[in-house]
């Protein structure tokens, strides 16, 4: 079975923190993605990444920055957090497998800025 | 600007009936369609796909409807149960690209 781990369940953090979101798939998985989840809005991609050290801007980048140092591991950051960026981010990974490609999500990481 | 337009937001649906999710896209180079499942405090989780060579997918209660000159697909759930209850995302992604697409979500309560 494909397990994608999201490290934190629940996040509280302050204004201006750094805050780093961890994301582990064990799959050998190319590509891996992270979302952000808001109700009403459905889930909007901020970054992905197709290889390590490799990331690609999604639809809603600013304010957020990445890392992929190791095939298994993806990391978001927040550089300074803001009450703006309270949400529910969800991790995703994609082998490279052809036009039938299944994502796989984790439990995600509700995140609460104050 | 959303690529997958979702409706309707919300669904009520009495246990035994059909439930009815329908999507729209614009971009024609979107080539496989995906439907998620979301229960409350999991992640999405793959329900059914399909690509445009064919107009209808099947598996087990679930039905994928698409309509490529239209530009549309819709998710049928025959026989609703209250398990069903959760929130149902259509998705879109590019034959060149790496992410999909997602509409806005569906919030269905099927009640007893």
């Known amino acids: 079975d494909v397990k994608v781990t999201q490290s934190s369940r629940y996040l509280v953090k302050r204004t201006g923190e750094k805050v780093f979101l961890e994301c582990v798939q064990d799959?050998?998985?190319?590509?891996m993605f992270w979302y952000r989840q808001d109700p009403g809005l459905g889930l909007r991609l901020i970054y992905f990444?197709?290889?390590?050290?490799?990331?690609e801007k999604g639809d809603i980048p600013e304010g957020y920055s990445v890392s992929r140092e190791k095939k298994e591991r993806f990391s978001l950051i927040l550089e300074s957090a803001s009450t703006n960026q309270t949400s529910m981010y969800l991790c995703?990974?994609?082998?490279?497998?052809?036009?039938?490609?299944?994502?796989?999500f984790g439990q995600g990481t509700r995140l609460t800025v104050v | 600007q959303q690529q997958v337009k979702q409706s309707p937001q919300s669904l009520i649906v009495q246990k035994g009936g059909i439930s009815i999710i329908n999507c729209a896209y614009e971009?024609?180079?979107?080539?496989?369609f995906p439907w998620y499942q979301q229960f409350p405090g999991k992640g999405p989780a793959l329900l059914i796909a399909?690509?445009?060579?064919?107009s209808e997918k099947k598996e087990g209660r679930f039905t994928i409807s698409f309509n490529k000159s239209a530009k549309q697909f819709s998710l049928h759930i025959m026989d609703s149960q209250p398990g069903d209850s959760a929130t149902y995302f259509c998705?879109?992604?590019?034959?060149?690209?790496?992410?999909?697409?997602f509409g806005k979500g569906t919030s269905l309560l099927v009640t007893p």
């Open positions: 995703a990974s994609t082998t490279e497998g052809g036009p039938n490609t299944e994502a796989f």
């Open positions: 799959m050998d998985h190319e590509n």
């Open positions: 990444s197709y290889d390590v050290k490799m990331k």
């Open positions: 971009n024609t180079a979107f080539d496989y």
């Open positions: 399909i690509r445009p060579d064919v």
């Open positions: 998705a879109a992604r590019p034959n060149s690209g790496y992410a999909l697409n």
